[in-house]
């Protein structure tokens, strides 16, 4: 079945640029969303289909998939932003839907 | 404005079941396909299973899959998964989920129902 591999955790200081990076097997063939997950709270969605942003998701929040691994991109970083982040896409080889193991943004 | 609101979840020894419902409003439901996804304390997400909009298609993850089986009424806007012969492992908060851009993403969320499986 279809992997995708992220890092458990990420650090960056207010204002400065986080990146959040989803591993998997020939990754640029295939559709990448992102959702971001506060504690005690349902996931949202912030980017989809690589690089869209659905109404009401910051412009900070930015995604890319040219090549292994895509990336999530999140510029000026405020403490709000702090939360666990996963990547997700379809697989349609087994009709499955697959998540990364998620990572932890920490805010300094 | 969209909702989806999960019910159903509690406490069960191992080998029984639970049936879970989510209930939508503020879309037409009819139009669109769903799932389930469910989140272990402390663990990531994982997808448990999807049915379209006509209820014609349906796909399980591996691990519920002959255990679980979802359904949908949409004359009552409702989801369904019926939980047979759980496990300690299927313990999880359990998410329904419309899906957007026709098949790939999960652009709406619930707030989710807790299901523990203990003895």
């Known amino acids: ?108 | 404005q969209v909702q989806l609101v999960e019910s159903g979840g509690g406490l069960v020894k191992p080998g029984g079941s639970l049936r879970l419902s989510c209930a939508a409003s503020g879309f037409t439901f009819s139009d669109y396909y769903v799932s389930w996804i469910r989140q272990a304390p402390g663990k990531g997400l994982e997808w448990v299973s999807y049915i379209s909009n006509s209820g014609n298609t349906i796909y399980y993850a591996d691990s519920v899959k002959g255990r679980f089986t979802i359904s949908r009424d949409n004359a009552r806007n409702s989801l369904y998964l019926q939980m047979n012969s759980l496990r300690a492992e299927d313990t999880a908060v359990y998410y329904c989920a419309r899906m957007g851009g026709g098949l790939d993403y999960f652009d709406y969320w619930g707030l989710g129902t807790l299901v523990t499986v203990s003895s």
Do not use: M
């Open chain 1, 1 to 108: 079945s279809y992997v995708l591999t992220q890092p458990p955790s990420v650090s960056v200081a207010p204002g400065q640029t986080a990146r959040i990076t989803c591993g998997g097997n020939n990754i640029r063939s295939k559709s990448v969303h992102w959702y971001q997950q506060k504690p005690g709270q349902a996931p949202v969605l912030v980017v989809h289909d690589d690089s869209d942003r659905p109404s009401g998701i910051p412009e900070r929040f930015s995604g890319s998939n040219s090549g292994n691994p895509a990336t999530l991109t999140i510029s000026r970083v405020e403490a709000g932003d702090e939360a666990d982040y996963y990547c997700q896409v379809w697989d349609n080889i087994s009709d499955h839907w697959v998540f990364g193991g998620g990572t932890k943004l920490t805010v300094l």
